[in-house]
């Protein structure tokens, strides 16, 4: 992660996906949930991933590659980060729930080279019904994911060994769930370290 990422592609259907290449990982979450501060934090770059999105607006992968990426030989570790669109807006329009749902389950059911899913949940809010959907969507599509708890800094220091437990109990049965819960604020940092590992675990490295 010590070097530049850029971002390359939006993309807002299957036909406009980059070729695939670089192993990916891939980042999910309701809107606000933290999303863009975190890949922000993981690669050290405050402006990459833009934050406060507008809700519901961006209904688009965002492809992110280190700078200079070119393939096969390269020192850099080949791999892609993948902002997946937010879910959960109450007010979303039903037409674009079946859009993101459309978009996202063909993209993880067609994308050999996406490696892993990171779900990230508020710790205040915990998971919600909406994050269980998106977790049966994973389940359904056979691709691994990892929860990831954002903003720890939210909540009591104690709370947070206990917010880990409790969830990992809540995704106990679910098959193709990590069977591990990392703790993360990226305002303080912390836990950041701990993830950037398992990403380059992940993809092999
Ligand atoms: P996204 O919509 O999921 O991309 O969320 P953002 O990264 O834009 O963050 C949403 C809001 O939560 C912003 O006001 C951020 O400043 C705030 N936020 C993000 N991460 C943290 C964190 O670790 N701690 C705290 N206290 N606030 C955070």
Redesign the pocket.
Known sequence: FGHPWIFIRGVPAMKFLPPEGPLEVAFA??????????I?GLVGQKGL?R???T?GRTQELNYFVPDGYSGEGDDLPPMALVDMP?YGYAQAPKEQVDAWTKLVFDYLRGRATLKRVYV?IDSRHGLKKNDDEVLSLLDKAAVSYQIVL?????IKVPAVPKLVDETLEKIRKRPAAYPEVLA?????SEGLEALRGEILKTIGR
């Open positions: 979450g309701r809107s606000n949930v933290g999303k863009s501060s975190l922000n991933a934050t406060s999105n809700p937010g990230l954002t903003k720890t800094d939210k993360t604020s990226s305002e303080k």
